[in-house]
């Protein structure tokens, strides 16, 4: 009766087979949806990754043309301050250039005169002591130039 008794147990707790076939097509469609949601995930990734090296790119060849068209302005401007266009035109425009007695200046009364003086170029021990000793040469050099006299003369 045990055995009889087991078996009933066993029959009991034993699944059908459309139910372990079951448990297998939704183990696998969840691994499948997992896969699938993963894979989005990084082709969403990777397109964002995409569009922002695609506008870095554009990005940067827009800073190249402003770099270069403001060079070239740069060199436009240069050309048209350039002393001898400015000269040009001034001559064309019916300027020329003063003379002494054509020059007047104007006193300002009660304006703070500053006058300011460059100081000498500094100068370091190296090239004092270098500057001294060609000094020192250069004198005897001269001095064994010129002739002694004799004091007896």
Do not use: C, H
């Amino acid at each position: 009766m045990r055995e009889a008794y087991t078996a009933q147990f066993m029959r009991a707790f034993k699944q059908a087979p459309w139910r372990t076939q079951t448990q297998a097509v939704a183990a696998w469609s969840m691994i499948l949806l997992a896969m699938a949601v993963i894979g989005g995930l990084y082709l969403a990734v990777a397109s964002r990754a995409g569009t922002a090296g695609r506008d870095l790119q554009q990005f940067e060849a827009r800073k190249t043309e402003l770099i270069q068209a403001n060079d070239e302005l740069r060199a436009t401007l240069a050309e048209l301050r350039s002393v001898t266009r400015m000269a040009n035109r001034a001559r064309d425009l019916g300027f020329l250039p003063a003379q002494a007695g054509q020059i007047e200046y104007l006193g300002v009364g009660n304006y703070p005169a500053q006058v300011v003086q460059a100081s000498p170029p500094a100068q370091t021990a190296a090239s004092e002591a270098s500057t001294v000793a060609a000094s020192g040469w250069l004198a005897e050099v001269l001095q064994s130039l010129v002739p002694r006299s004799t004091s007896g003369g």
